[in-house]
């Protein structure tokens, strides 16, 4: 394993496990007025990466960017409505799902242990119902599982277009850009400037492009079948962030659930990193 690919994998999760804490934070009020900050943040970072890896507009990279936003866009929804600690695991583990199945099938990368590999998996995905089930929150609304799930299936798929033209670093920012111009329009029709959201979002955006940096370089280094599903391990740090500072679990029973699945979460990861 190289250990270039598994330190970006990991720097990878611990941005996307933070990535959501600044719109926790402020509560949802306005998706599109987040989404639309989101996209200044994303480019205020990618315009200095662009200086090493290039400012060209690529169609993979804009393509790979109206995926993501499409998934950030379902994301926030669910954020709004069943909260972060119950999102962030249903994300990541259609994910992590979802980029196995296109390492797999699409671009046929080969595992040296594949029973392995398939455990792995199944211990990334069941140990997310354990963490899932502990949290607390009000009003739980059905949709909001299933609005969490189809983020995960489009989020875990965004970075295939430029995967599969070669362009993970060139596409870059082209992929920042499209976010940032999907999000401008959305930003003007919410209506709504409220001061702190914006922040919230540009925060946000730029730990979400922190986090699309190392996962493209670890990409490139040891394939989506190992790089994303490590990467989605960010749940971990996302469900801290909702039981260390946010309050959201109390109960030492729900406590110890969050425990077993973080545990099961890191074994799988451990486990695919070395299958």
Do not use: D
């Not at 502990?134 to 609304?141: D, N, W």
């Not at 909001?144 to 989020?155: C, D, K, L, M, P």
Request: include cysteine.
């Amino acid at each position: 394993m190289n250990p270039f690919g598994l330190m970006s994998s990991i720097g990878s999760a611990v941005c996307w496990g933070t990535f959501f804490v600044p719109v926790r934070k402020v509560n949802v009020a306005s998706i599109w007025q987040l989404q639309g900050s989101t996209g200044i943040g994303v480019l205020l970072f990618a315009i200095p990466i662009g200086f090493f890896w290039g400012f060209g507009i690529l169609p993979s990279g804009l393509f790979s960017g109206v995926i993501w936003t499409v998934g950030n866009i379902l994301a926030l929804y669910s954020v709004k409505l069943i909260g972060l600690s119950r999102t962030s695991p249903l994300l990541a583990g259609f994910s992590i799902l979802v980029s196995f199945l296109w390492g797999i099938l699409f671009f046929e990368e080969k595992f040296g242990y594949m029973i392995l590999a398939i455990c792995a998996i199944g211990l990334l995905l069941a140990g997310l119902p354990f963490v899932t089930s502990a949290t607390k929150t009000s009003t739980i609304q059905r949709k909001g599982y299933f609005i969490a799930a189809a983020s995960g299936i489009i989020g875990g798929s965004y970075v295939i277009p430029m995967q599969a033209t070669h362009t993970l670093q060139s596409g870059f920012f082209s992929c920042s850009l499209s976010i940032f111009a999907i999000g401008i329009p959305l930003l003007f029709l919410s209506r709504r400037w409220i001061r702190k959201e914006i922040v919230a979002g540009i925060v946000s955006g730029s730990l979400f492009n922190t986090g699309s940096l190392f996962v493209l370089m670890a990409i490139a280094s040891i394939g989506i079948t190992v790089a994303y599903p490590i990467s989605q391990t960010a749940t971990l740090f996302a469900v801290s962030w909702g039981v260390l500072y946010f309050k959201e679990i109390a109960h030492k029973r729900n406590i110890l659930r969050v425990v077993t699945g973080s545990v099961m979460i890191l074994s799988g990861a451990i486990l695919l990193s070395i299958a």
